[in-house]
């Protein structure tokens, strides 16, 4: 092997970085003393004597007669703290059977009422819509998110540790599903909306008489205008329920809820690998129980997720691990509650482990049992035990079983706990952690976790850990995090991108708001650091990024960053069929930009650019997209993203094509269309779905998949049509 540059073996380095975030520690607890507290709103629900019909018309329903409305809505943009330029009331009741909501959104001209999309759960970031979050448990930091816009699209969520942030910690799953219902009309004097939130699909504390953390908002989006019903600052969105409101007064009836979710599926398959034409019929079904109020036993036996849309295709141009995100459905109901490490990074249990294999096979699941929910005051508990089946040539036989403990505290702390267990395949892996969350003021967090794993034939240099520190104000934003991963560290049932390592990253944001005057809305220069070292002190890989990002009123956007990179490569690896990268370390500059139009127009517009070195030669990205949008039915986009790589080893094109075409009947009726090719594999895959949702993502759905892969199967493309039909069944 090569020798290495001496220059790049620098420990006392990574020393002076771990003082330097010591001191970033230091400066967030005491920088957050200063930080006030926006005063929260409160609200009162009133007990209806009827049940409001829920047709989206409010003054006409005699059932909300006596109900004062919530009518003081504060901006966030693009005035902060400024009141909101339309009249927004929000009426709150309740019957023995369920939380109504109800939203009268005043516009003073409803022909610029902006509708994007007319699926379940599309984006409401730039669209006219109204939001509400619920903190049923009141504890100022996991909850529920309920949204609509003008044509009635259901949007839910789950959020976690208050969710996302400017530092993109994950903690928000639009992928929770549940039982309700809302209509909307448009009107002359705007648009108007009600929500039918059962109890039954909400979980709760045993008192019979309640309070309630709650939050609205409200986007009108021809003026780019956010507003919030409990005042916020402006780096902070719905999620932050550490500052919402509250609401009094509901009285919720004991709980007992049990659905069973059976379904039905047909698959027919050929081509690709195959020998001939394969059919196949199977029968499955989701089990929910509510033990308690606030804890739910879920079950379920053969499971399958043929309706989940296909995986993204990625190209790999470094030496690490890509990562897939988890898109099957029963794996990401509570799934923050398991989640412990950094996303993408570092996850110590990661459910695509289970029933997925290496190369995204399906590995069929025989069952598998969850408890979830809460405990007691402020301890949330999850417990997962789940069995796959052994394929020939893939995957043995193999037993799962997770356990986690979350004790929440004061002041949007927590403590807790992790084990996972994978028995099966010849040998068994366990993984255990211990993780917390220290809220400093309204604006500091520090968190970290260690972690240990056990592995047959595995004994030194099993460990991992991270600290991390996050200040974040409407002005300035700063984080930092210290994390370091044994070369025995082998968690099994979770992701590692990469191993034997010790890491730094820092972040610096500095945040102004343009005049009134100005077009522009804000002006975002930051400046980051990533650095990785192995346990030698070798400096393995560093990214040195200097970027002035500029936000318009209009939505548009511009970042242009100055980039200077390093790569220390410590054994060759093959970047490309032919194209080896060589021991060395590898020094370089590179221009970034990307820039992007009003996302909520008709026609927009996106294109990203880097072009500077790369592992001694020089590589030059492009990656345009184009979106195009007919009222809120149909929606198309298309994006390249192309790679010229010139290398002392040779030269090499890598291209990526996604087109995404979507149509809705309804809201509840949908086609989408997945259409991607990766020109370096010479695969071309297609993924075309029909959904006729009846409630929480439960309906039929009509699914074709073809993959022409030229290397595995030349000549031969690989098709399946899928019919599945699943519905919930109210048992209790």
């Not at 730039?126 to 998110?145: A, E, H, K, P, Y």
């Not at 520190?469 to 210290?482: A, E, I, L, N, R």
């Not at 970027?547 to 093959?574: C, M, R, Y």
Request: hydrophobic share 35%.
């Amino acid at each position: 092997m090569a020798s290495l540059t001496p220059s790049v073996r620098h420990p006392e380095v990574v020393l002076r970085i771990r003082y330097s975030l010591v001191s970033l520690y230091v400066a967030i607890s005491l920088a957050v003393v200063s930080g006030t507290a926006t005063a929260a709103s409160e609200a009162l629900a009133v007990r209806l004597g009827t049940a409001p019909t829920i047709d989206g018309r409010i003054t006409d329903d005699a059932a909300w007669r006596g109900v004062r409305p919530e009518t003081e809505f504060t901006q966030v943009r693009p005035e902060e703290g400024k009141p909101a330029s339309q009249k927004t009331e929000v009426f709150i009741g309740f019957t023995d059977h369920a939380l109504y909501i109800g939203v009268i959104c005043h516009d003073d001209n409803p022909e610029g009422i902006l509708v994007t999309n007319a699926r379940r759960d599309s984006s409401l970031s730039d669209t006219d819509g109204f939001l509400v979050v619920i903190d049923s448990f009141l504890s100022r930091q996991n909850g529920v998110v309920f949204g609509t816009n003008p044509v009635g699209i259901e949007f839910d969520g789950q959020v976690t540790a208050e969710g996302a942030n400017r530092f993109g910690q994950d903690g928000f799953d639009l992928n929770w599903d549940t039982t309700w219902t809302v209509k909307s009309e448009i009107n002359e004097s705007g648009w108007s909306a009600e929500m039918e939130l059962p109890f039954t699909s909400l979980r709760y504390s045993s008192d019979e008489i309640q309070s309630w953390g709650i939050n609205f908002q409200r986007n009108i989006r021809r003026n780019n205008e956010r507003v919030f019903w409990s005042p916020l600052p402006r780096q902070f969105g719905l999620n932050r329920l550490s500052m919402a409101g509250t609401v009094t007064g509901i009285e919720v009836p004991p709980q007992r809820n049990l659905e069973l979710t059976p379904y039905v599926l047909a698959r027919t398959s050929r081509g690709g690998t195959l020998p001939g034409r394969q059919t196949d019929e199977e029968f499955g079904f989701d089990l929910k129980y509510s033990l308690t109020p606030s804890l739910t036993l879920d079950a379920t036996y053969n499971t399958d997720f043929a309706q989940v849309e296909v995986d993204n295709l990625q190209v790999n141009l470094n030496r690490f691990s890509l990562f897939f995100p988890e898109k099957r459905p029963f794996f990401l109901e509570n799934a923050g509650q398991f989640s412990v490490g950094a996303p993408g990074e570092v996850e110590l249990f990661f459910s695509r482990r289970i029933g997925i294999g290496p190369a995204g096979e399906q590995i069929p699941i025989d069952g598998g049992l969850r408890l979830s929910g809460k405990v007691g005051n402020g301890t949330n508990l999850g417990l997962l035990a789940m069995r796959s089946e052994a394929v020939t040539g893939i995957a043995s036989e193999n037993d799962f079983a997770v356990v986690r403990l979350n004790q929440e505290v004061a002041r949007r702390s927590a403590v807790g706990m992790l084990f996972v267990n994978r028995d099966g395949g010849g040998t068994d892996n366990q993984t255990f952690a211990v993780d917390g969350r220290w809220g400093i003021g309204d604006r500091g967090t520090v968190s970290g976790f260690v972690a240990k794993t056990s592995t047959d034939g595995i004994d030194d240099d099993d460990h991992a850990f991270r600290l991390a520190g996050s200040y974040d104000s409407d002005t300035w934003s700063y984080s930092g995090s210290y994390s370091q991963v044994g070369a025995g560290f082998n968690p099994e049932v979770g992701f590692l991108r990469r191993k034997d390592y010790e890491a730094v990253r820092l972040f610096v944001l500095r945040s102004v708001r343009a005049s009134r005057e100005s077009g522009v809305l804000e002006y975002r220069p930051h400046a980051s650091f990533t650095g990785h070292w192995n346990k030698d002190g070798f400096f393995e890989s560093g990214l040195l990024h200097i970027d002035s990002s500029i936000e318009w009123k209009s939505g548009a956007q511009l970042h242009t960053a100055w980039n200077i990179t390093h790569e220390g490569v410590v054994a060759p690896f093959e970047i490309s069929d032919g194209v080896t990268v060589h021991v060395d370390d590898y020094r370089h500059n590179e221009f970034s930009m990307f820039s992007g139009t009003d996302q909520s127009a008709a026609l927009s517009f996106g294109l990203g650019v880097q072009a500077g070195g790369f592992f001694g030669g020089d590589r030059l990205a492009l990656s345009p997209s184009v979106t195009y949008r007919w009222h809120e039915r149909f929606n198309a986009s298309l994006s390249w993203n192309h790679n010229d790589i010139d290398l002392p080893g040779g030269e090499f094109d890598v291209a990526l094509t996604r087109l995404r075409l979507s149509y809705s009947f309804s809201p509840k009726m949908s086609v989408q269309m997945l259409v991607q090719h990766n020109d370096r594999d010479d695969l071309l895959a297609t993924n075309l779905r029909f959904t006729w949702i009846q409630t929480a993502n439960t309906g039929l759905y009509v699914v074709y998949n073809e993959v022409d892969d030229d290397r595995a199967a030349p000549g031969r493309p690989r098709r399946e049509f899928i019919l599945k039909y699943n519905h919930i069944l109210r048992l209790i």
